[in-house]
């Protein structure tokens, strides 16, 4: 039984082209965050919901735009997508918003853009 | 805000050998220190984490020790296995009031057979 699941696992697309990531977390965590991470295995906050809220949102083209319709899942939606786009992205969610016993990550989103 | 600097970024250990992560943060605030291991085509998992109440924390083959004075905390595997070959990342953060992990950029760890 999954705990974060994302889909898909791999995404392949043109530059130019909208997509979806989606993601859902069974632990009942409150607190779901969306990370970006590059070749170099860099990992890099993009967003985090608290409750729906949105709490964190760094500085990332506006082409991306989190949808977070229930505490239990959050979405990232990319239009127009880049070469630059390319890259693995990970859902986490954590227990609060305080953060004393970690995240827990999916498997992530390979995305290729093409 | 805060920052966590780690290395090394690389490290080739013969299987059997100790291999030590080490990462320093800025934030004295920082309070709760994870570490995570990712395996290839996977998400980051927790491993182990410290609390900056304690100094020193063990699981089996996996320690990790903590300095708040010098804002250091490290990583140790004994007894490295080939299952042990991952990236690890290192991470703090303030676990009262934080609303985010800072982390570390990551070591590869290859464990040689």
């Known amino acids: 039984d999954t705990a974060v699941s994302q889909t898909p696992k791999y995404l392949v697309t043109q530059m130019g082209n909208d997509k979806s990531i989606k993601c859902e977390q069974n632990l009942g965590h409150d607190t779901m965050y969306w990370y970006k991470q590059d070749s170099k295995k860099f990992l890099k906050i993009m967003f985090s919901y608290n409750n729906k809220e949105l709490i964190i949102n760094e500085t990332v083209p506006n082409r991306f735009s989190p949808k977070s319709p229930d505490k239990a899942h959050l979405n990232l939606h990319i239009n127009s997508l880049e070469l630059g786009d390319s890259a693995v992205y990970f859902c986490a969610s954590s227990q609060t918003r305080g953060l004393g016993y970690g995240y827990t990550f999916g498997s992530g989103t390979r995305l290729t853009v093409v | 805000g805060e920052n966590v600097e780690q290395h090394p970024s690389t490290l080739s250990v013969q299987e059997g050998d100790s291999a030590v992560i080490k990462c320093t943060y800025s934030?004295?605030?920082?309070?709760?220190f994870p570490w995570y291991k990712q395996e290839l085509g996977k998400g980051p998992q927790l491993i182990i984490d410290?609390?900056?109440?304690?100094g020193e924390k063990k699981d089996q083959r996996i320690a990790v020790t903590l300095n708040k004075t010098a804002k250091h905390f490290s990583l140790h595997i004994t007894e490295t296995q080939p299952e042990d070959s991952a990236v690890y990342f290192c991470a703090a953060t303030e676990s009262n009031t934080g609303n985010q992990f800072y982390f570390g950029t990551g070591t590869s760890l290859t464990v040689i057979p």
């Open positions: 934030d004295s605030a920082s309070n709760y």
């Open positions: 410290i609390r900056s109440n304690v």
